[in-house]
Each structure stands twice: as C-alpha cells, then as structure tokens.
C-alpha cells in the first residue's frame, strides 16, 4: 500500500509539472494556433538561468526563480513578435518550422555557453518529511504546491482581470474577438509572457530533482503535447487533467511495468488514442 | 542576363551538374572531399523523400530520421547477426522502409496539420527509445559494429571511397529521375492539390488517405535506402542516427534548397554540407547559425534557394508574355485548343 | 436533379441544420439564404459530404449519397467552390486548373515510373480539359500568370474553372461573390448563367440580395439551421417570415 502510495505522489509531482508545461503550450495553441516546439527550449532556457542566478551569481532558490520567470517571458515575448507574428498568414507547416529553427538555436546558444554537461540544481530544501511509511522529499511538495497554487493563480487572472478574459475570448472565437475589438497583438504577446514564465518556474521547480542539460526540454515537450492532443488543444483544464494522467500514467507504469520503457507509455497512449480519435479525446465538435 | 536565365533552368544544367559529379573523383585529389562528398549524395536522397511528403503533399513529417535509422539498422542487423549479403539486406531495408511507412501512415495521416506533425514527432521519438532500450535486437546503445559493405562482385571494391562515391552517385541519378518523372505527373499534382488544402482536393474527387499513404510510403522508402546506403558507407551506427536531430537537419537542407521543387533538396544539402565543412570548428554550435537561418528563410523565402528563382523568372516571362500579348492585340504564349462553341456562348451571353 | 430530407446536423446539443428537407431540380440557379450562422455552409458541407449528418437523407440524381465520402461525391458530379478560394500562388493559373481533371483518370504511380502511353494520354486529355475550361470562364489570356499576381475576381474565375474541370452537372458555389465589387458580381452572375446554359445545376451560398433576387430560380431561406422558406425569388421577397428573420438579426435585405 505505502508503495503504490509513494507512486501516486510520483504520480502527481510529475503530472503537476506536465500540467504546467502543457498549460503554457495550450495557451498558445489556442490563441495562435501555432503548435510552439520552441516551448521544451524555453523550459531549458529557464532552467539555465535559474541556475546560473543561484549557482553563479549566489542569490537565493526565490530571486532565481523570478529571474529565470522574467527572463523567458521577456524571451517568449520576442518569439512571438520576432517570428509568430510575421507569419500568422502563413501557411501552417511554416510556423512550425520557424519554432524549431528557434529550438535549434536556443539549445545551440545555451550549450555554448555552458556545455552539454549534465548539471544538478541546488535546492534550499532537502529536508526529507516521513508521513507513516511515506518518504516525501520537501521539494517534491514543493513541486505540487508550488505548480497548483500557479494553476489557481492563473485560473484567478483569466477569470477576473480584463486581459485575463480577452484570451479566453480569443481562445475560443478568433474572429469574433476581432470584431469586438480586442487588441490581438497585446493579448498574443501576454499569452506568450505567461507560457514562459509558466514553463520557467516549471523548470526551476522541477530541476533540483532532475537533471540540467541543453537537451532537458526534448521529452518534456513531446510529452506536453500528447497533453495538450490528450486534453484537446486548447483547452485549459484538458492541459491539467492531461498532465495529472499523463504523470499518473507514467509514474504507476514505471513501477510496475517496466522502468526502461516508461518514457514509451505517453506516445503509446497518444498512438492508441489516435489511432481510434483522430481529433483527440476531449476536442469540441465544431471546427 | 535572359540567356544565363535560361541556361539555369534548361536541362543542360542538370547534365551539367551530373558530369560536374561524375568528374569531381577525377579533379579532387582530396578522398576525404570525396567522402564528404558521398555521405552528402545520401543525405540528399532522404531529403527527396521528404520532400515528397513535405514538399509535394504538405505533410511535416518529423519521423524522417527515425526511417533513415529504421533503414539503417536493417541492414546492420541482417549483415551483422545474420550474416546476409549487402544487397539482400538493402533491399530488405528499402522493404522496411515501406512496411513501417505504410503501418505509420495508415494511423498518423488520418490526422490533419499539427497533429500530424506532433504524431510523427512521437513517433520519431519512439523509434529512437526502442533502437537504444531494445538489446536483444539493436545492441542498445553500443550500437553495432563491422556492417557488411556493398559487395562488389569481384569487380569493385566499395569500401573504397572513389567506387562508392559513385555506387551512391548512381542512386542520386535513380532518385531524382523518379521524382521529376513524378512531379510533373498527373501523381505529382495530385499531390499539390492535397497540399493546398484537404477539402479543396476532396472537392475534385481526390482520394486523399490513398495518395497521402503513396506519398508517405514513397518517401520512407527513400529514407530507409538511405539509411541502408549510409550504413555501407560508415559501417557503424547507433541510436543517435535517429535522433530528431537528423530531422531537423534534413528540413533545413530541404528549406533551404526550396521545398517542393526538383533540384532543391539536392542543392540544399550540398550547399549546407560544405558550408558546414568549411566552418568546421562550428561544427557543434552550426545550429545557432541554422537555426535563425530557418526562421527568416521561412519568413521571407519560403520557397529556398531554386524556388526563389523559379518564381522570380516564371513572374519575368509572364509579365513579358502580357506585354506582347497587347502590343499585338494578340493572345500569344498559351496554346488554347478553343472550344468549338465559345462564340455561341459569347453571343448566347450577350443576348 | 438534389432531393434532400429531414437533414440534421448537431454539434454536441446545438443543432446547426435541423430538419431541412427541399428538391433542388436540375438545370436552373438554386440559391440558400440566410442571416449569419444559420447553418448555410454546414448544409452545403453535409451535401458535398466533408460531414456525415447526424440524421436524414441526401439523394443526388435518385442515388442515396448520404455520408459518402467527398471524394466520391465529386467522381458521381457533383463540384464545389469554397468561400476562401484555395489555390496554388506559385504556379501558374493553367498550371492549377490541370489536376481538376485527375478524377476521370486511372494513371497510377507505375504509369507513372514507366511513363506509361495511358498516363501520356491522360495528360494530354487532363491539359485541354484545363485550356477549355479557362475559356470558359473567359481568362484564357492570362493562363501562363501566375495565381498570386491575379486579382481576386480573376481567382473566382479560376476557382470556378477548376470546379468546372472535374465534369460536374451539379456546382456547389459557396458565397462566389464574396470580397469583389458590384461589376464584378454582375460579370460572376453572367458566368453563373452561362454554366446553366451548358447543362449545369447550380447551387449557391450568397449573401448578395440584388443577385440573388436576379439570379436565382429558386430560393430557400435557412434561420437557425431551419428552412424558414422556399420558393421564387418574388415569393421570397414578400415573405413576412422571411423579412422577419432579416431584421431580427443585423443583415439588411437591400445589402
């Protein structure tokens, strides 16, 4: 029992951070319509800068993970008016092309600078909490609360500030928020801002249990996609229950399946799912 | 200007290219120029068949990599664990090739755009864990050693660099006869009319699960030889052959030649390769190069180096074409068989 | 020529065509109104079979087509155009209008390899079914222009052309006039015209009242997904149901 509950803890650390990860991704989606491969560089972008804040410059877990927030932002910001904007008439295959021109440099830039070696983030807290016969690392709980109480947060700026709702407009009728006169280019820009900083609070809350290297946001975005396809592109809360079964999913199969494989099992489940809906599970009818 | 023009599109260039190719063993004294040189041929056969899928059908596949390995690793095993011959197990690989290309096919391009492109990403990225996890059957990540070089029968010896260079030449030469046989086809227009849209090809009675699953199976056919060719060639490979890297590399070979056009892929890969060559040092970081060169190929030439040109002179003969159709008062250029009863209709209409 | 009934299309709960049963008969301009959203192109979309109806009946020709595949549709003759016309920008016009033929050919990827005397044949015949055509539509002079150089009523033209290039007795026209200038309405109408004249149904989407008025034989009005009306355009005109319909949405009815 202690084992299958140690693995439903797994289970939602890592589905918390899918979650966050596949939440900036489908935000993007469903403004743009651009499936952002750069958005695994953008997690590794951030992941490096709250690395060299805390190891290099010497400030603490918090500052880094600010800065590391500020900074993709200010980078998913660039993206977007750089690269996104220019092509949104383009025709879709050119979009992602362009994203993973960019992945392809930010993952080069960053290996020049700082290598290909595998890095470990500090973390100010490496107490080890025991509940009955549960071990429960403080960073795991850290993780969960960390990525839900951003989840909430986000909720609260979509339901209750202005902008928040001009991206939920626009989300879900693009033309029809044209008409009523909502400035695109602001909400666009604002969306990418928040995917990026989503994705680097993800990665410096995720980092200290993992690994640091350029290619980290590799599986990370491929699995955020099987998501985002899982929850419906688009869809907000498609992306959290999309990462929580994704997590779960992974976490119960490495343990009991196999360990080697657990990284198949998400594009198993994308494979299988297509393969019977080709639209995705929780996709809306119409077009 | 105009005859330089002309020159450049005529068939002579493509002679030309050709007899510049078969004479570049002759005039290189250089046999790694030569080397590079073939190992770019390979490269430039998998980039036509992406370009069929990407370029022709508008399908971004990002598995290609995954098929060249897929090819790769045929004939590695095969020569290797089971001592087959160079050639059955190229065939069997180029097989392969066709059977995992129709299988992936039939599920994955059920699905439009985006999803297609995420399906084969994943679908990429698992080749590549089974390649690495499978031991039994790829060694893992030792990868294998001591393939079987093409066998010459006694007549050449394909482990040298100047006979393989033009074994592979040879099957540059195949490549893209077929695919220019194809795009000018009724086959290769089919294909455009898909990659302008879905519906509009459906609307003109276009089966479109059948000619994207031809295309699709056309290209990992290409991808897997290949494969096969460049597993003759190294003689090693691991699973880093497919990583999504390869894909990567290949669509800006593809992206940056032009994309749907007939000598872009090979141009392309040529011209990237040796500019690679030369920054060698860049090697390692030739991404952050690349990878911008990606983003503003698309955003202002989409349509890569030989694209480019077609439109800027197909643009120049048209505009020539209309300028003396009305000098002349006179229709020229288009060879319109008319229809018998146009005046009657004209006169019908105006009644 | 079209008989259609009791067709239904839902999107979960919503339904965006609801029981509309109508005859569309042969050789004469058919038109569908409506106000904005009254499920005119997914009506179009269920006839042309890009969608299978939830529930009802379609039956071209006598034949039951009913949740065939598109493809299919257009081999059996029936063509369309879309809103958006959707063609290829960097080739030429005759260049685009060849493929419209492909679906009375067989040629298949080995005639294709051996550059077989069918495929020679089917190419030749595919060609001067797109030179006709272009002739048709009246813009065999500017067949060697490039598509992204036209201008959009030309693009109308070629969309047309290419519909007319698969051989089709029914002509799905969804909103031809959309985004050109009164002149150009009236040429468009006249090529409308002329394709019945030649043996063709049409049917179309319009949102241009004074067209439709002149054009059209016959008129069904679609509100929310159902029929609200049929019947000759002065029929139409004076129908208090559908002057209702008009001005309880934004769409004026003199647009």
Not at chain 1, 115 to 125: C, H
Not at chain 3, 1 to 20: D, H, Q
Not at chain 3, 33 to 60: D, H, Q, R, W
Not at chain 3, 208 to 215: E, F, Y
Request: net charge neutral; proline share 4%.
């Amino acid at each position: 029992m202690d084992l299958f509950l140690q693995q439903v803890l797994n289970g939602l650390t890592l589905g918390s951070i899918y979650g966050l990860i596949a939440l900036g991704l489908t935000l993007v989606y469903g403004i743009l319509h651009v499936p952002n491969f750069a958005h695994g560089a953008l997690y590794m972008v951030g992941a490096y800068v709250a690395y060299f804040t805390m190891v290099d410059l010497g400030l603490n877990y918090w500052l880094a993970m600010i800065a590391a927030g500020a900074v993709v932002a200010f980078l998913s910001v660039l993206c977007e008016r750089l690269v996104f904007h220019p092509l949104r008439h383009a025709p879709p295959i050119h979009d992602k092309i362009a994203a993973i021109g960019i992945l392809l440099f930010l993952e080069a830039v960053v290996q020049m600078y700082w290598g290909a070696d595998f890095r470990r983030m500090p973390t100010p807290y490496n107490e080890i909490l025991h509940f009955g016969g549960l071990t429960i690392p403080a960073q795991r709980l850290l993780i969960i609360a960390g990525a839900f109480g951003l989840m909430g947060a986000l909720h609260l700026y979509l339901k209750k500030t202005m902008t928040g709702a001009t991206i939920i407009a626009m989300a879900q009728n693009r033309e029809g928020a044209f008409l009523v006169g909502i400035d695109a280019n602001r909400v666009a820009m604002m969306t990418f801002a928040i995917a990026g900083m989503l994705a680097a609070v993800g990665a410096t809350l995720f980092a200290p249990i993992n690994l640091v290297y350029p290619a980290m946001g590799h599986l990370l975005i491929m699995k955020a996609f099987v998501i985002i396809i899982l929850g419906g592109m688009g869809s907000i809360p498609g992306a959290i229950v999309g990462g929580l079964i994704i997590g779960f999913a992974e976490a119960l199969g490495g343990f009991y399946i196999s360990n080697e494989y657990k990284d198949v099992i998400a594009f198993a489940l994308l494979v299988v799912i297509l393969s019977v809906k080709p639209t995705g599970l929780f996709t809306k009818g119409v077009r | 200007m105009d005859r330089l023009m002309n020159f450049l599109v005529s068939p002579v260039l493509k002679w030309a290219l050709l007899v510049l190719a078969v004479v570049f063993p002759l005039i290189s004294d250089n046999e790694y120029h030569i080397y590079v040189m073939a190992t770019a041929f390979i490269w430039a056969i998998a980039v036509y068949g992406m370009n069929i899928i990407t370029g022709y059908c508008g399908q971004l596949n990002l598995a290609h990599g995954g098929f060249f390995a897929i090819g790769a690793y045929v004939v590695a095993i095969l020569t290797v664990d089971h001592e087959w011959a160079f050639w059955p197990a190229f065939i069997a690989a180029g097989l392969a090739g066709a059977i995992f290309g129709f299988l992936v096919g039939v599920v994955s391009l059920r699905l439009k755009e985006h999803y297609f492109a995420i399906f084969t990403l994943c679908v990429g990225f698992i080749i590549y864990l089974l390649l690495e996890k499978w031991e039994e059957l790829t060694h893992g990540s030792l990868g294998i050693i001591n393939i079987a070089p093409p066998e010459g029968f006694g007549l050449v010896d394909f482990t040298e660099t100047v006979p393989f260079y033009y074994l592979v030449l040879a099957f540059l030469v195949l490549s893209v006869w077929l695919v220019s046989r194809l795009s000018r086809s009724l086959l290769g227009r089919t294909f455009l009319a898909i990659r302008i849209s879905d519906d509009l090809a459906q609307s003109l009675g276009i089966n479109l699960m059948r000619n994207k699953v031809l295309a699709f199976v056309l290209s990992t056919v290409y991808a897997a030889s290949a494969g096969a060719l460049y597993a003759g060639v190294v003689r090693f490979i691991g699973p880093a052959e497919a990583d999504v890297v390869h894909t990567f590399d290949m669509i800006t070979y593809l992206l940056v030649g032009g994309i749907g056009t007939l000598m872009g892929p090979l141009l392309g890969t040529l011209a990237i390769t040796w500019l690679t060559q030369m920054l060698q040092s860049l090697e390692e970081y030739r991404m952050i190069i690349f990878g911008p060169m990606l983003v503003i190929l698309v955003i202002f030439f989409p349509r890569g180096i030989v694209g480019g040109f077609l439109t800027w002179r197909g643009r120049r003969l048209a505009n020539k074409a209309s300028q003396q159709g009305q000098d002349g008062k006179s229709q020229t250029t288009v060879n319109t068989p008319s229809t018998p009863n146009a005046d009657k209709q004209e006169a019908g209409n105006n009644a | 020529m079209l008989k259609i009934s009791n067709l239904t299309k839902r999107f979960g709960g919503l339904a965006a065509v609801n029981n509309v049963s109508v005859e569309f008969p042969a050789n004469q301009v058919n038109a569908i109104i409506g106000p904005n959203g009254a499920g005119k192109s997914t009506f179009f979309n269920l006839v042309a079979g890009a969608m299978p109806p939830s529930e009802g009946k379609i039956e071209y020709q006598g034949m039951d087509i009913t949740g065939m595949a598109p493809d299919r549709i257009a081999r059996l003759g029936v063509a369309r155009t879309f809103q958006t016309t959707m063609l290829f920008d960097q080739s030429t016009v005759l260049d685009n209008l060849i493929v419209g033929h492909r679906l009375r050919t067989q040629s298949r990827l080995w005639d294709v390899i051996i550059n077989s005397k069918r495929l020679r044949d089917e190419e030749k015949k595919c060609r001067s079914r797109a030179a006709e055509v272009l002739d048709f539509v009246g813009l065999s002079h500017i067949g060697h222009r490039y598509i992204a150089d036209i201008s959009q009523e030309e693009r109308k033209r070629v969309a047309f052309a290419l519909a007319m290039a698969t051989d089709p007795e029914l002509v799905l026209l969804d909103e031809p006039a959309g985004g050109i200038n009164p002149e150009e309405t009236e040429n468009l109408a006249d090529l409308i015209r002329k394709m019945v004249k030649h043996g063709i149904t049409v049917c179309l989407i319009e949102h241009k009242m004074d067209m439709i008025m002149s054009l059209a034989d016959k008129i069904m009005v679609l509100d929310h997904g159902e029929k609200i009306a049929e019947g000759t355009p002065e029929q139409i005109k004076n129908d208090p149901v559908v002057i209702e319909a008009y001005l309880g949405s934004e769409q004026d009815v003199e647009a």
